[in-house]
T-cell receptor, first 118, second 115 residues
Framework: GAVVSQHPSRVICKSGTSVKIECRSLDFQATTMFWYRQFPKQSLMLMATSNEGSKATYEQGVEKDKFLINHASLTLSTLTVTSAHPEDSSFYICSVPGTGKATNEKLFFGSGTQLSVL | AQKITQTQPGMFVQEKEAVTLDCTYD???????LFWYKQPSSGEMIFLIYQGSYDQQNATEGRYSLNFQKARKSANLVISASQLGDSAMYFC????????????FGKGTRLHILP
């Protein structure tokens, strides 16, 4: 079964609205989660590292005020795209590092969220 | 700067043939991990195989094997006996164990398996 649950899978919104994407770790506690963005036919670009109980670490060029990340518990991280515009339309995918002897090298991914801003 | 390079944007391979997807990386860190992920058109990221920088033997997972050449900094993925279901995007990725654990991805290779 799924290790990471991401919702919604698809969202269409009007320009200027905010959209929240949830990422839940189902099988283990996650002090760290990663948020990626993927444009069509391109690679995954790391946006930020979500840290439980502290501020997220953003990659260079990613607007902190635009992409708000909250990691309030060991199983939930949220990404809020504030005042979305058409250029924010993209595939957003979260991931959780595995822990434990058998899985600590893996990165488990959510199913992704396709955001379309009209 | 650390980076991952996949030089093959697209490949066409006949069904049942073996295929090698290239990946080279650049890092000065001694401790790292190398991954291959498959992304079908549905968008999900499917873990295929992992190789640690200190692993002595090449990793294998069923039809997947990783040709790890540390001195050359390459980590090519070999798929034996390719199947139609192998058609997808394939990403090579590297994780830095001593540097906030984040993973960076190459640009990917689109693999097409021909019947």
């Amino acid at each position: 079964g799924a290790v990471v649950s991401q919702h919604p899978s698809r969202v269409i919104c009007k320009s200027g609205t905010s959209v929240k994407i949830e990422c839940r770790s189902l099988d283990f506690q996650a002090t760290t989660m990663f948020w990626y963005r993927q444009f069509p036919k391109q690679s995954l670009m790391l946006m930020a590292t979500s840290n439980e109980g502290s501020k997220a670490t953003y990659e260079q060029g990613v607007e902190k005020d635009k992409f708000l990340i909250n990691h309030a518990s060991l199983t939930l991280s949220t990404l809020t795209v504030t005042s979305a515009h058409p250029e924010d339309s993209s595939f957003y995918i979260c991931s959780v590092p595995g822990t434990g002897k058998a899985t600590n090298e893996k990165l488990f991914f959510g199913s992704g969220t396709q955001l379309s801003v009209l | 700067a650390q980076k991952i390079t996949q030089t093959q944007p697209g490949m066409f391979v006949q069904e049942k043939e073996a295929v090698t997807l290239d990946c080279t990386y650049d890092t000065s860190d001694p401790s790292y991990g190398l991954f291959w992920y498959k992304q079908p058109s549905s968008g999900e990221m499917i873990f295929l195989i992992y190789q640690g920088s200190y692993d002595q033997q090449n990793a294998t997972e069923g039809r997947y094997s990783l040709n790890f050449q540390k001195a050359r900094k390459s980590a090519n993925l070999v798929i034996s006996a390719s199947q139609l279901g192998d058609s997808a995007m394939y990403f090579c990725a590297m994780r830095y164990w001593n540097r906030d654990d984040k993973i960076i991805f190459g640009k990917g290779t689109r693999l097409h398996i021909l019947p």
